[in-house]
T-cell receptor, first 112, second 110 residues
Framework: GAGVSQSPSNKVTEKGKDVELRCDPISGHTALYWYRQSLGQGLEFLIYFQGNSAPDKSGLPSDRFSAERTGGSVSTLTIQRTQQEDSAVYLC??????????FGPGTRLTVT | GENVEQHPSTLSVQEGDSAVIKCTYSDSASNYFPWYKQELGKRPQLIIDIRSNVGEKKDQRIAVTLNKTAKHFSLHITETQPEDSAVYFCAAREDDKIIFGKGTRLHILP
């Protein structure tokens, strides 16, 4: 079946602009995660959705970052007033309950 | 919250030798510990995982050990091959979210 998809694959934006990154999880997966991976760095947890529960936003680095998950499926990560330090690969992952996470291909964000 | 430390950050081993990557975690309630492999330019993929009711798990050349008392777990790769070159991430489950270590870049030397 289809895996996790993300769009766009690459995004170049000017400093100060807002961006939206999209994640389509595997159908039926109840858990959805967003991570940030800077060049050569680890996977920094951002936010976690599980079913209809309130999301765990403890990893969001600032109030410029927000995320939604509509209908328990598609998720959008929004970064307002982008800064150069926001440049990274943003990875989405989904899983059925808390089991193996399936990662998407990521969105490479470059803020100029 | 959960904190996962991973060592070393870089590891070089001769082809055919063994590689060991070690991780520690802080939350004694964590009960699930996956390991992911990320090849250059690709997404992370699960290679092995272990639950806290098990001390060791093996899958061909890969094994993971868990010491709950000391709160550390390790990945062992035997008879390393060129295709093992990648970044490896350990992780621990805190409540329902997965927290990753910073990764180990493994180089297999010819």
């Amino acid at each position: 079946g289809a895996g996790v998809s993300q769009s766009p694959s690459n995004k170049v934006t000017e400093k100060g602009k807002d961006v939206e990154l999209r994640c389509d999880p595997i159908s039926g997966h109840t858990a959805l995660y967003w991570y940030r991976q800077s060049l050569g760095q680890g996977l920094e947890f951002l936010i976690y959705f599980q079913g209809n529960s309130a999301p765990d936003k403890s990893g969001l680095p600032s109030d410029r970052f927000s995320a939604e998950r509509t209908g328990g499926s598609v998720s959008t990560l929004t970064i307002q007033r982008t800064q150069q330090e926001d440049s990274a690969v943003y990875l989405c992952a989904s899983s059925f309950s808390v089991r193996e996470q399936y990662f998407g291909p990521g969105t490479r964000l470059t803020v100029t | 919250g959960e904190n996962v430390e991973q060592h070393p950050s870089t590891l070089s081993v001769q082809e055919g030798d063994s590689a060991v990557i070690k991780c520690t975690y802080s939350d004694s309630a964590s009960n699930y510990f996956p390991w992911y492999k990320q090849e250059l330019g690709k997404r992370p993929q699960l290679i092995i995982d272990i639950r806290s009711n098990v001390g060791e798990k093996k899958d061909q050349r890969i094994a993971v050990t868990l010491n709950k008392t000391a709160k550390h777990f390790s990945l062992h790769i035997t008879e390393t091959q060129p295709e093992d070159s990648a970044v490896y991430f350990c992780a621990a489950r805190e409540d329902d979210k997965i927290i990753f270590g910073k990764g180990t870049r493994l180089h297999i030397l010819p």
